[in-house]
């Protein structure tokens, strides 16, 4: 159909918080962070900076890279766990400061699996007959300002950043499009085990949500790591077996960064750790913009040339997992 990635954009704070930083901060120390999960620095932003703020930047860069005008996006989806607020979508906050107006935009709710959950959806919207042209994609958190920085079990995992997908369909049925394959599913059943209570409608603002800490991430560690682990290599398996080109031909695999153990217990059920890209060391958790910060370094490094095959795989709050299959 012709729909390909046409660019890729991040943006990071310029803050880093290291993990001598959070040592002061709470009861913990680098040699634990590091030895549990591989974190050693993650980005944070500004008290003024929003999560559009990193959104437009990322999306800034996609376009530049691509070569397109902002006015000729037909597609904005923003995937985020912290919008900047309940409304108006950030997708339309983001269209205005990058000047795409106007445009389709929606906000989409799958935390980590955000990203994949986007260029899935972005991909059925453009080859169906509604027939977007160009799309951006985009996955940016602020996750800093839903993290209980007096919990040392979440505060040293997650960073602030956005990444940006931009997509083109050129119109040519010969052109193989970027999406090879895809799997994405979600069971509400493990919704209690990753979430942020308060906010909602089941759990207003207030001054009790307040007090008891209801606006900030709550995680069942070990149990979001059994999990994490079996239904990423789940989807991966069922992928790659499914394909119809050889393993060899995929080039890189890029699990969510979410922890250097759970992505090395994914490498090395899935038999092809040296193909997996890992910069969780860098940003910490990261959550639907992670894949998207590794899609971009690589790209921009010149790690990845045309027709190379990209597994992209993701677990997240709800639970949502998902897995791509990329052509470049
Ligand atoms: N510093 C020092 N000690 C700590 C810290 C810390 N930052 N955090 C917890 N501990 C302590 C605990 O209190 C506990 O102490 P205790 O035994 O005296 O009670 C001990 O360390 C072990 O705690 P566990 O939770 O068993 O540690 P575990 O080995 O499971 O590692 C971790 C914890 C890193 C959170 C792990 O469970 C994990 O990676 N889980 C998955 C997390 C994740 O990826 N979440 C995804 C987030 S959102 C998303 O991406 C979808």
Redesign the pocket.
Known sequence: MGIRIKGTGRYVPEKILTNAD?EKM????DE??VT??GIKERHIATATETTSDMAAAAANAALEMGGVDAKDIDLIIVSTTTPDMMFPNTASIVQKKIGAAPCVCFDLAA???GLIYGLNTAYGMMASPLKYKRALVIGSEKLSCITDWSD???????GDAAAAVLLENDGNPDTPDFYADGLVSADGNFGDI?LMPGGGSANPASHETVDQHMHF?K?G??K??QL?VHSMVDACRTLVERASIPREKIRWVIP?Q??W??ISAVAARLDMPEKVYQNVQRYG?T?SA?IGLCLDELNRSGQLEKDDYVLIV????GLTWGALLLRW
């Open positions: 959070l709470v009861d913990t120390s634990w962070i549990r999960t935390a980590c699996s040392r079990s979440t505060c040293v995992l997650f990753l991430i995680m560690g070990p979001t790591f994490a969510h979410a922890n153990r759970i958790n959550s992670s993701s677990f997240g709050a």
